[in-house]
Nanobody, 125 residues
Framework: QVQLVESGGGLVQAGGSLRLSCAAS????????MGWFRQAPGKEREFVAA????????FYVDSVKGRFTISRDNAKNTVALQMNSVKPEDTAIYYC??????????????????WGQGTQVTVSS
């Protein structure tokens, strides 16, 4: 099992940048695919980005492609989401998530079973 703690949320103006971080517990971090999800008020949780446990492949939802970048540092047990050119519609609670170890379905929302508590991102226009 892995425990996840997000940080880095806050208030940012449209067009600006924000970097979210997620620290994971455990000695087998490199075996987990990692993802970022978000949930805006009144909406379902959305799968935003993911990175495979091999770190060789990434996934992004169309609305953030070219603006957001997911990365991981297996030596530090962290995963980050760099958010550039943010828009008011990016406003949401952002959640870090981890899959079961060595999953081949890391690009699927259902693969993520461990969750952080979330961090609020608010983009002002």
């Amino acid at each position: 099992q892995v425990q996840l703690v997000e940080s880095g949320g806050g208030l940012v103006q449209a067009g600006g940048s924000l970097r979210l971080s997620c620290a994971a517990s455990g000695r087998t971090f490199s075996s987990y695919a990692m993802g970022w999800f978000r949930q805006a008020p009144g909406k379902e949780r959305e799968f935003v980005a993911a990175i495979s446990w091999r770190s060789s492949t990434t996934f992004y939802v169309d609305s953030v492609k070219g603006r957001f970048t997911i990365s991981r540092d297996n030596a530090k047990n962290t995963v980050a989401l760099q958010m550039n050119s943010v828009k008011p519609e990016d406003t949401a609670i952002y959640y870090c998530a981890a899959s079961e170890p060595y999953t081949s379905s890391w690009y699927r929302k259902a693969a993520y079973v461990y969750w952080g508590q979330g961090t609020q991102v608010t983009v002002s226009s």
